[in-house]
């Protein structure tokens, strides 16, 4: 049976799911945009500083879960702007250490007209 995560050092779902949900020894995060979750609103302006926000979601969410960006196996990343591909690069490497697979695609908007949004799965 899946098992709904929630933090509040992440930001609240803006729609109707869950910030993440834990499956077996897998947990599933919902994508995570630059939201700052002490005030709920996106104040970075850069890919990089969006980038850094979002992954720090994604770590918050997935400590929550019992996991952490280091068991991540498979990546989704989301671009506004494929020209941003090489500095979302940068910032991402940082994080993602363990080199999950990937998938990375630009797209027309997302929300909160951010630059960059980023789903996980990971192991427990």
Do not use: H, W
Not at 77 to 105: H, I, Q, W
């Amino acid at each position: 049976m899946a098992e709904k995560v929630y933090t509040k050092n992440a930001p609240d779902a803006i729609g109707p799911y869950s910030q993440a949900v834990k499956v077996g020894s897998l947990v599933f995060t919902s994508g995570q945009i630059a939201i700052n979750p002490a005030t709920g609103a996106v104040e970075a302006t850069t890919i990089e500083a969006q980038t850094e926000q979002v992954c720090k979601n994604l770590g918050a969410v997935l400590a929550e879960a019992g996991s952490s960006l280091d068991k991540a196996v498979k990546t989704v990343c989301f671009l506004a702007d494929m020209g941003d591909f090489a500095a979302f690069n940068e910032v991402y490497g940082k994080y993602f250490t363990s080199k999950p697979a990937r998938s990375c695609v630009a797209v027309k908007t997302l929300p909160k007209n951010v630059l960059v949004e980023v789903e996980v799965i990971a192991e427990l």
